[in-house]
C-alpha cells in the first residue's frame, strides 16, 4: 500500500535552496554523499520508503565540496536505478556549487532491490 507522503515531500522540496538544505542536513527524504559509492543503498532506500533526493557533491557533515556533473556521471547513475528489480525511474537537478541532485520516486513496485 502506497503512502501519500511524496507528494508533500516535492512541495517541501521546491521551496528549498541548496544552503537552507545543507544547514537542516540529513534526514528520512534527505542524504548526502561525496561521490557514487553505495549509491544504490542510498537509491532502493528512498524507493522502498516515502522517496527522497540524494545530494552528490556535499559531504555526511554537510561540506559542500561541489563534484563533475558530467553526462558519464548522470549516465551511470541512471544505470544503477534501472538495473535494480524493479528499475527505479529517477530525476536530477543540477544546482549550485556543482551539487546534483538525485530525485528518487516513493516506488510503486515494492520492495526494491539491487
Known amino acids: 500500500m502506497r503512502r ?3 507528494a508533500k515531500y516535492i512541495k ?9 538544505i545543507v544547514a537542516e542536513g ?8 561525496e561521490g557514487l559509492s553505495r549509491l ?9 520508503a516515502c522517496g527522497g533526493s ?3 557533491g556535499i559531504t555526511d557533515y554537510g561540506k559542500i565540496i561541489g563534484t563533475d556533473i558530467s553526462n558519464r556521471m548522470q549516465s551511470t547513475i541512471q544505470d544503477i ?3 535494480c528489480d524493479p ?16 530525485i528518487v520516486p516513493e516506488g510503486d513496485d ?4 539491487c
Open 4 to 6: 501519500n507522503c511524496a
Open 12 to 20: 517541501y522540496m521546491d521551496k528549498k535552496n541548496i544552503y537552507v
Open 26 to 33: 540529513e534526514g528520512q527524504h534527505i542524504e548526502f554523499k
Open 40 to 48: 544504490d543503498r542510498e537509491i532502493v532506500a528512498f524507493a522502498n
Open 54 to 56: 540524494i545530494f552528490v
Open 81 to 83: 536505478a534501472h538495473n
Open 87 to 102: 528499475a527505479i525511474n529517477i530525476k536530477f537537478v543540477k544546482h549550485e556549487k556543482n551539487i546534483l541532485e538525485v
Open 110 to 113: 515494492k520492495p526494491y532491490r
